[in-house]
């Protein structure tokens, strides 16, 4: 008799108060429970939660969960606490005193799970504790972790393989919801689980619709879309810095949008007030850092709207993913533009970390770069990035499904703009950003133009047959489809080993064609 129809469906009626299993969830569990080893890919909001929570408490002993969100424990044992499941967890947030009391009790085996940080394996100490007591499984969650390769990376996974060995006997399960081919092999390999069965779950979230429209007026772009689509939703607006944050709160609050700002510079106190705002009310903005949102778990999110770039494909499709968990049409929406992509290049290379690190935040960037400006399917290239055949006809619910982008030969403007980066570094010894190699084209005499001659070189002016914002838009997708790359502290354009055959006239530069700009720039709409 599969255990699903026991004990385990029992425990999701009686515990959990849920109907059914859902998704590969009964699969995952009837495996576990049966004593076997798991590796599950499931998108955030699929239900990891249950697949080992369900196991521990049919399992005899303390289900230990290895989990990096150090600030979620309380919240998540509290929770489970309501229910009834004996839970509870040790990290570095107690005092001396409340871990004593948890590691009697699970000794005592009166805890049903246990959460521990992935640091606190790597003490013999808690090694100890955990070989005195019975353990019924280990659940090893956001386990991409422990990919060196990938966005998210912890040395302290790294000692989890340990595990295994040293209780063979109880099974582990690994879950992550970001996991492309490599991660996923990486996952299996490091933590040295060869004989676990897969469970992937789809990570098509068919009722949101992916947008990324070029940005001219962020803010302005951002409120003609909340009018016009959104008005009364709940939904997050992520932004990069605290700064922007504060401003953009403010902003839609002036506009008569209902908005509060979360990032880490405000107390804890504002934070957990607006947070538990959002949870609680109907149709609260909520402008945020990528701080917001762990562990945030409201069904009804309508829209979540980027106004800075992603550093990842994983972080975007984790943070477009709190929307509609209810399952009802939600919209991921994002403005992006030339500057997005300098900034987050010069922070790549001035930030910290290894030249390893650089070249790794360098190919995330670079995915992300190419989900932007792709003139497919937006979704087929997210399915695709995680290792999942899209659809190959679209998905009809993406702005490039829906409005299909006209590509035109942008061969002669990619040259023009390549050769005026040679001929500022080969005749001059110079090297400009995108703004300075634009005014040359467009042969404007801005002071910086007239300072360095540059209304001297033979490319200056012409340019004239595009816009402005068009040639931003020729940059871009050049530093998109790696045909020129962004360097050093200024943001300067230099070329890559692509570009010589561009100049050489030996391919053929397919450019996607500017959308007309939005609405959101008409003038007077907002202040
Ligand atoms: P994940 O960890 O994969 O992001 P969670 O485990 O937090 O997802 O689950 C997301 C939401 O779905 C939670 O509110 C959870 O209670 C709910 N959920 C999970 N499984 C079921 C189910 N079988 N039936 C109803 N709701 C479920
Ligand atoms: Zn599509």
Redesign the pocket.
């Known amino acids: 008799m599969p255990v699903t129809d026991s004990e385990a469906l029992a425990t999701?009626h009686r515990v959990?108060g849920?109907?059914?299993?859902?998704?590969e969830?009964e699969a995952v569990i009837e495996h576990v429970v049966a004593g076997g080893d798991a590796v599950v890919l499931?998108?955030?909001?699929?239900?990891?939660?249950?697949?080992y929570?369900i196991p521990a408490l049919v399992r005899p002993g303390t289900g230990i969960v290895v989990s990096p969100l150090i600030a979620l424990m309380q919240d998540q044992v509290d929770a489970l606490r309501a229910l009834g499941v004996r839970a509870g967890f040790i990290n570095s947030t107690q005092d001396f005193d409340e871990r004593r009391v948890v590691e009697a009790e699970f000794l005592a085996g009166e805890l049903d799970l246990l959460y521990l940080a992935p640091e606190r394996l790597r003490l013999d100490a808690t090694l100890d504790l955990l070989s005195r007591g019975k353990i019924s499984v280990f659940a090893i969650?956001e386990a991409h972790c422990v990919s060196q390769w990938g966005h998210d990376f912890r040395p302290d996974y790294l000692a989890l393989s340990l595990l295994g060995e040293r209780w063979p006997d109880v099974p582990r399960i690994a879950?992550t919801?970001t996991a492309t081919r490599a991660t996923h092999q990486e996952i299996t390999q490091r933590l040295n689980m060869p004989d676990a069965r897969h469970f992937v779950a789809s990570f098509d979230r068919p009722n949101i619709q992916y947008r990324i429209v070029p940005k001219s007026d962020p803010k302005k772009q951002l409120l003609a879309f909340l009018r016009e689509e959104h008005a009364g939703d709940a939904g997050i607006v992520y932004c990069l810095s605290r700064n922007s944050v504060e401003k953009t709160a403010e902003f839609l609050t002036r506009n008569g949008i209902e908005a509060v700002p979360y990032h880490a510079g405000l107390d804890a106190g504002t934070r957990a007030a607006h947070q538990s705002r959002f949870l609680r009310e109907d149709g609260l903005v909520v402008v945020a850092t990528i701080a917001f949102g762990m562990?945030i778990?409201k069904?009804d999110v309508r829209f979540v709207a980027h106004l800075d770039l992603p550093k990842s494909v994983e972080g975007y499709y984790q943070e477009t993913?709190r929307a509609g968990?209810d399952g009802l049409p939600s919209t991921a929406w994002m403005a992006y533009g030339l500057n997005d992509v300098v900034q987050q290049r010069k922070l790549i290379q001035s930030g910290e970390g290894d030249e390893a690190f650089r070249r790794r935040a360098a190919a995330h960037l670079d995915a992300m770069l190419a989900l932007c400006e792709t003139a497919q399917c937006r979704r087929g290239q997210l399915l695709a990035y995680f290792g999942q055949d899209p659809d190959p006809a679209g998905c009809g619910n993406c702005d490039t499904c829906l409005t299909p982008p006209e590509t035109w030969d942008g061969t002669i403007a990619a040259q023009k703009v390549l050769s005026t980066v040679v001929r500022l570094q080969r005749e001059r010894g110079q090297k400009f950003g995108a703004g300075q190699i634009v005014d040359i084209l467009l042969g404007k005499r801005t002071g910086k133009v007239i300072q360095f001659d540059h209304d001297q070189l033979s490319v200056f002016g012409k340019g004239q047959e595009l816009t402005e914002g068009e040639w931003r838009g020729v940059v871009r997708q050049l530093l998109a489809q790696g045909l020129l790359a962004v360097e050093g502290e200024y943001g300067t354009l230099v070329l890559t080993d692509a570009s010589a055959s561009v100049l050489r006239s030996e391919r053929t530069v397919p450019l996607r064609k500017e959308p007309k700009r939005p609405a959101a720039s008409r003038p007077g709409s907002a202040s």
Do not use: I, N
Request: hydrophobic content about 30%; proline content about 7%.
């Open positions: 999701l959990f849920y109907e059914a299993f859902r998704g969830q499931m998108p955030t909001g699929g239900g990891k939660s249950l697949c929570q969650d879950l919801a562990g778990d069904p993913g968990r």
